[in-house]
């Protein structure tokens, strides 16, 4: 069985970094989609970066220029690295995989419908 494994959140300071990873298990395919979503108790499930197969990456425009999605295959380890934080960047953080390529299919690769296999969640806390 898929089972994905996030780590690496913690408390920084503004403007501090921190590198979340999520190591993956029991997915074989060659075709994927994985993304990192975040989550507060006020807002809805926000996709903010995605990586497919062929090393394609998107970012949503809150995270772009601060943060970097990469993949290490040979560790199967999703990361995001994550720079410049703001208190608004606190929440808890989830990374999924679609089986399909991040372009395709009927949802966009934000929308955390077309995830099939989620993490449990890391938590990260920016304060001022």
């Known amino acids: 069985q898929v089972r994905l494994v996030e780590s690496g959140g913690g408390s920084v300071k503004d403007g501090g970094s921190l590198t979340l990873s999520c190591e993956a298990s029991g997915y074989t395919s060659s075709e994927y989609c994985m993304a990192w979503f975040r989550q507060t108790p006020r807002k809805e499930r926000e996709g903010i970066a995605a990586?497919?197969?062929?090393?394609?990456?998107i970012y949503a425009d809150s995270v772009k220029g601060r943060f970097t999605i990469s993949k290490d295959n040979a560790k199967n380890t999703l990361y995001l690295q994550m720079s410049s934080l703001k208190p608004e960047d606190s929440a808890t953080y989830y990374c999924?995989?679609?089986?399909?390529?991040?372009?395709?299919?009927?949802?966009?690769?934000?929308?955390?419908?077309?995830?099939?296999?989620w993490g449990q969640g890391t938590q990260v806390t920016v304060s001022s």
């Open positions: 990586i497919e197969s062929d090393g394609t990456t």
């Open positions: 999924a995989l679609d089986v399909l390529d991040c372009f395709s299919g009927t949802n966009f690769w934000y929308r955390d419908a077309r995830y099939k296999f």
